[in-house]
Each structure stands twice: as structure tokens, then as C-alpha cells.
């Protein structure tokens, strides 16, 4: 699958080469600061354990991976769009369920790219038939991805302790949509 270009940005496929930029984009406490408290990600986290969780639900043909977001103009990178089964890390994905997430460079937040850049994935995958809902998560005092979860037109579902193998237990809060 490939996404197209949307008004501003350009959309890759990240693989192994992208490590200096997913490294490059942790560094940064404020973008860390909602995921592990603003610690920034070592190299060797991004090798031992961010790649391979990458690659355990990248498919290049269901769209299913991080999508780096270059800012058109100027070539800048400025972050990255989410693309997986709901809960798959679980005993249950989800695999009509789609889990949209994305991280992005500080420089880059007010200026309505997150939202073009999720609602551009989210409308290429939702052209895939299994694909039956959008969803994303947050921790509740991540008013920025909310907002961006609203944009999207997800609505909230409920309050929860998600787990993560990498992050632990935190309070988030599930936006979800249909697949219209």
C-alpha cells in the first residue's frame, strides 16, 4: 500500500533506516512527556525493543505501520502516523479495528499536521474493507491528542488501565469511529 500526498505532506513507509529518526524525534522531553513521563528513548531501545515491536504488526499491504510525515515544502520530518490492529500487542487484537497514533516534533504542534496526516491514513485504510472502525488512545491529560482525536470525528468510548509490555499500566482514554 502506498499513501499518497496529502495538501502539505508526503507519507513513507518507516523501515530499518529510519532508526536515527525515530531516535531524533524521542530525544525531545517534551514529545516523551504523555508516553513514559519525558524520558528520552536510548538508541538501543530504539534497536532492542521499538523496531522489533514494529516489525511484529508491520504489513505493507494492509498499511499497518509508522508512516513517517515530511512536511512537503521544506522536506522536514517532522513525525510519524500509527497504523495497527486495536489491542494487538493482547491475547485479542482487533483486526477490523484499526489504532491510529502519532508522534510528532514539537516545532510542528498547532499547525494542523497531526490531523491532516491521521485523517489522510485514516481515509486510505478506510477504503480497505476489513477495516470496520478507527480508534485511538491517549492518557486523559493529553488534551493535544485528543483534539486530534476529535478532528478525526472518533468519539469517546470510555476510561481504562490499557497495559503495555513496554509501558506498563496507564490510564487512557478509547476514541473510537465506523468506517463509513
Known sequence: MEIS??????????GEDDNAFLFQLDQDPAVMRFIN???????????????????????????????????????????WILARPMEFFSDSPLYDDVELGWRFVQ???????????AKHVKNTLSTLPQNKH?????????????????????????????????????EVVLYSMENS
Request: charged share 20%.
Open 107 to 117: 516545532s510542528s504542534w498547532g499547525k494542523g499536521y497531526a490531523t491532516e496526516a
Open 5 to 14: 500526498n496529502s495538501s502539505r505532506l508526503t507519507y513513507q513507509f518507516i
Open 134 to 170: 478507527f480508534s485511538a488512545i491517549a492518557v486523559k491529560e493529553n488534551y493535544g491528542s485528543i483534539r486530534v482525536m476529535k478532528n478525526l470525528g472518533m468519539s469517546y468510548i470510555k476510561t481504562y488501565l490499557h497495559s503495555d509490555s513496554q509501558l506498563g499500566e496507564l
Open 37 to 79: 513521563g519525558g524520558k528520552p528513548t536510548s538508541k538501543e531501545d530504539i534497536t532492542s525493543k521499538f523496531m522489533p515491536r514494529l516489525y511484529a504488526y508491520r504489513n505493507a499491504d494492509k498499511g499497518w505501520g509508522l508512516w513517517k510525515v515530511t512536511v512537503q515544502d521544506t522536506q522536514q520530518e517532522i513525525g
